[in-house]
C-alpha cells in the first residue's frame, strides 16, 4: 500500500487570550504514512478513531518553561489528549491487533505508532453505548465527577449542592451523583438549552448565569453544603457567601480565568468562620482508588438510560481548533467528541 | 460591706481601621456592686482575675447587623472573651465559693454575676503552671493549634510546615507540635525578638517578615506540605505558590485584613492542580473530640518544660484598650494576657 496522509493538529503559538484556529493550532497535511511499512520497533500502530476536547486544553497553550500539574503542549507538535483509537498492527503481546485503546495521550493526528501503552489502556466496550461515551460520562470527565464525589463531598441526603457548568461532561455527572445521594441541586451554565438539559437530569434549580445573578438564586436557595467548582471567580466568591458551615467546595477547574486572567478571589476569609473544606481534585491521582467500581457501574448505568448524558459530536480532525476555542467561550452544546474516523473506514 | 467600684471596658463605637482606646473602647469607672447583697437568682457571682487579649476580637468589633461565627461585641456593653475568675457566692450546686472558673465569656469588668454556667467551666490548675497560662497554651489559644493540628495536618516526619505569628499562643503551640512530629518547621513573626522565641522553640527557620521576604524564603526552603494560616493576603499567595503537591492548609486567622480590608487572594486557582486541602479551623466544634487528650497531655508539659510559651502580661482592666491595639499591630511581644486583680486580694 502506498503512503497515505496522515493529517495532525499541530500546537502553533501561544495564545494571548482565547485559542484562535489556524493560528493558536494548525491543522497540518503534510505527512504522509505507510501503514504497512511504518516500523513499530517493539510498538503498536493505532487508527485514531475520536478525540476528545476539553476545558483543560487551555492550561497546555502555555510557554515551555511555565510549570503546571500537565505537560504543555510543544510548539510544532501534534495537541495530544484523551481519545479512542483501534489498533492495526502491533508488535507487542500487550497490545492485539482490533484492540481499541483509550487514553490521556492520544495525538490529535490520524495515525500513530506508540512505543508503549504508557497511560493508555486496552478498553472493552459496553455493547449499548458508543465510543463517544468513553469520552464523555464513560470516561475521564465522567471519572472526575466520580471520583471527586466519592472522595471529598462527604454528602448527606437533604444537603444542598450547587454546581457549574452542569451541563459539561464533569459537571452533568455531578448533578445525577448528588441526585442519586437524595440532595437538592442547584445547576448553572451558560444557556436555555443547557438548562432544559439540566433540569432534564434533575436539577431541582437550574439557571443561566448570563442572564440570572447567581448571588441571588444563592440567597434564595442556599446556603450551600457542598460547591462543585468549575468556573473560579465570581461565582465561587459568591459560593464562598452563600456557604453554609462545614461546607464542602471540590475545585475542579477555573475556566472563568483560562483565558481572561484568574480573577483574584475577595471571599477566601469566610473559609475560616464556616469551617470550610477546599479541595483540589485531579482525577488521575485518585482513579485507581476507584477505578473497578467506576466500570462496574457507570457504563451500564449510562447503557440503561439510568444516567443521562449529553455530548456534541463534530466530524473532521480539521475541525478541531474551531471545537477548541467553542468550549473555552461555552458556546458548545455539551460535551465536545471529535470524529477523525469511522470505524469501517 | 458598702458598694465598691466594678469597672469595666464598654464597646463604644465600631472601628474604621484599628481599634483605638478611648474611642473604640472606654474604659468605665461609674458601675458600683455590693458584693455582699448583689442578687444571685439562682447564679454565681465571680471575680475577674485575669483576661485574654486575642486577635478574633477585630472581628467582633462590627455593626449589630453583621454576621459572623462569633457574636459581635455590643455598643455600650462589656467587652467579653476568655478569661478566669474565681466564684466568691453562688447559689448553684454546679458551682463552689472558691471555684476558679474559665471560658470564652468572661466579661471584661471586676466582677459579674453569671446566671448560669453556659460556655464557662469551672477549672483546676495544674500545681507548676499559673492561671495566665490557661488563656495560652493551656487555654483556647494552644487548643486552637492542638485540635487544628490534629485533625486537619496529616503530617509525617520529613515534612515541611510554614507557620504564620509564630510567636503567637497559637503559633508557637503548631511550631512545638510539628517539631514533635519530625517536621522541618518555617516561621515567621514581626521582629528580631519574636524570631529569637520561635528559633528557643525549635523552629528551623525563622524570619521576621517585615525585613525578609517571604517568597525567597519558601522558594529556598520549601516546598511546604503544610501551612498554618494566621495571617492570610500576600503570605497567603507565597504560600499557594510553594505549596507542594497534596499541601494541607489550615486557615485559622488572616489578621493581614482585619484592620485594613481583605485583600483578595490570587493564587487560589492552584488549589486544583496541586491538589490543596484547605480548613477553616475554629476550636470549638473540633475541642470536644480532643478535650480530655489536651488536658490530660499539654498542661503537664507545660508545667514540665517540655512545650515552652511566652506571655506578656499587663497589670489592670484600664489597659486593655492599649493591648486590644498592640495585638492588633502585632507590637505585643507575646500572648498577651491582662491581670484584673491578684488573687489575693
Known sequence: MAPIQNARVLFNSVPKGYPIPGETTLYDTTQTIDLDTVPLNGGFLVKTLMLSVDPYFRGKMRSSEK???????????????????????????????GNYIYGPTMLHQEYTVFPELGLMQVIEKHANLPWSAYLGPAGMPGQT??????????????EVVFVTSGAGGVGAMVIQLAKQAGLKVIASAGSEDKVKFMQSIGADVAFNYKTTDTRAVLEKEGPIDIFWDNVGGATLDAAF???????????????SGYNTGEEAIKNFHLIIGKC??????????????????????????????????????TKGLDKVGDVILAVQKGTNKAKAVVVVAEEAE
Open 276 to 313: 470550610l473544606h477546599v479541595h483540589g481534585i485531579l482525577v488521575l491521582p485518585l482513579l485507581p482508588k476507584y477505578y473497578a467500581d467506576f466500570y462496574a457501574n457507570i457504563p451500564a448505568k449510562l447503557a440503561s438510560g439510568e444516567i443521562k448524558y449529553a455530548e456534541e459530536i
Open 67 to 97: 510549570k503546571s500539574y500537565t505537560a504543555g503542549f510543544e510548539i510544532g507538535s501534534p495537541l495530544d489528549g484523551f481519545g479512542v483509537g483501534v489498533v492495526l498492527r502491533s508488535e507487542t503481546h500487550k497490545v492485539q491487533v
Open 241 to 255: 457567601e452563600f456557604a453554609a458551615f462545614n461546607g464542602r467546595f471540590l475545585e475542579c477547574g477555573s475556566i
Open 145 to 158: 465527577a466520580y471520583v471527586g464525589w466519592r472522595e471529598y463531598s462527604n454528602a448527606k441526603a437533604g
